[in-house]
């Protein structure tokens, strides 16, 4: 069983930076960022594989930047210049399957989850 926990959620003014953290017990071939915000469905934030590739959604590309410490087990978010927009609770998830490019935009098809890391964007 895979088990995934993100850190590193808070509450910061429009503008700042938040580094978010999910340690996993295994790492297996894909993970990546997702967020849900109030009312709104999720979507994929930033996705990497084993092979290195990454994919980011075209809301974050330039602010955000996702990476991996293959001896930890731990995936990371970078994220800057952050937006009110960029509230929401920010979950990880992996997948053995799918690449990163496939991740990004298949949610509903991560096989495993993290209980999520709240991420609150005041302007």
């Known amino acids: 069983q895979v088990q995934l926990v993100e850190s590193g959620g808070g509450s910061v003014q429009a503008g700042g930076s938040l580094r978010l953290s999910c340690a996993a017990s295994?790492?297996?071939?894909?993970m990546g960022w997702f967020r849900q915000a109030p009312e709104k469905e999720r979507e994929g934030v930033a996705t990497?594989?084993?092979?290195?590739?990454?994919s980011y959604a075209d809301s974050v590309k330039g602010r955000f930047t996702i990476s991996k410490d293959n001896a930890k087990n731990t995936l990371y978010l970078q994220m800057n210049s952050l937006k009110p927009e960029d509230t929401a609770m920010y979950y990880c998830?992996?997948?053995?399957?799918?690449?990163?490019?496939?991740?990004?935009?298949?949610?509903?098809?991560?096989?495993?989850w993290g209980k999520g890391t709240l991420v609150t964007i005041s302007s």
């Open positions: 990497i594989d084993l092979g290195g590739r990454v």
């Open positions: 295994v790492y297996i071939y894909s």
């Open positions: 998830a992996a997948d053995s399957r799918m690449t990163a490019g496939q991740a990004l935009g298949n949610y509903n098809d991560m096989a495993y």
